[in-house]
């Protein structure tokens, strides 16, 4: 049986870098030169790196346990199941609908889904959606997907 404390560790390995292999293939964006400080191979090269890092770190961590395989443990959880649809459906979204509103759903569903009944956390969602939205518009000057049916909406 597989154990999933080092299954998936070497499988996001491979995956970033995989990533950092095509990344150096990105090209320029359509929409013509942006304004900004960094250029679009940047955020992706350190999050793979940072997710390599990460992933590392929790090997050495499952070694120091030495934790054997449990027979009766799951590959795929219902909450891993349920995370895997959430992305898919958060990337279609943020085609669809722009980074901003489909964040602003995305966190919505996401804490209805687990139940969360404190509006702390709803408005914490909020605000760092908006936060994250203003910070690369502004401070990065970095455009984020404004969807099909906002093109042109937020200009």
Do not use: W
């Not at 191979?41 to 499952?62: E, R």
């Not at 959880?77 to 349920?82: A, D, Y």
């Not at 997907?145 to 093109?151: C, D, N, W, Y």
Request: with cysteine.
């Amino acid at each position: 049986m597989f154990n999933r404390g080092v299954v998936f560790p070497v499988l996001m390995i491979v995956v970033s870098a995989i990533i950092l292999a095509v990344i150096p293939q990105f090209s320029v964006p359509s929409y013509g030169q942006q304004d900004a400080s960094v250029g679009a191979k940047f955020f992706p090269t350190v999050l793979a790196i940072a997710q390599i890092l990460i992933c590392i770190a929790l090997l050495i961590q499952q070694r120091a346990k030495k934790i054997e395989a449990i027979e009766s443990e799951k590959i795929f959880s219902k909450m891993s199941l349920f995370g895997l649809c959430f992305l898919i459906t958060y990337a279609v979204l943020i085609h669809l609908l722009g980074y901003l509103v489909a964040s602003l759903i995305a966190f919505t569903l996401y804490l209805a889904y687990l139940k969360t009944k404190k509006p702390s956390y709803y408005l914490f969602a909020y605000v760092f959606v908006v936060a994250i939205y203003y910070l690369f518009g502004h401070v990065f000057v970095i455009s984020l997907p404004e969807g099909v049916f906002f093109r042109g909406f937020y200009d």
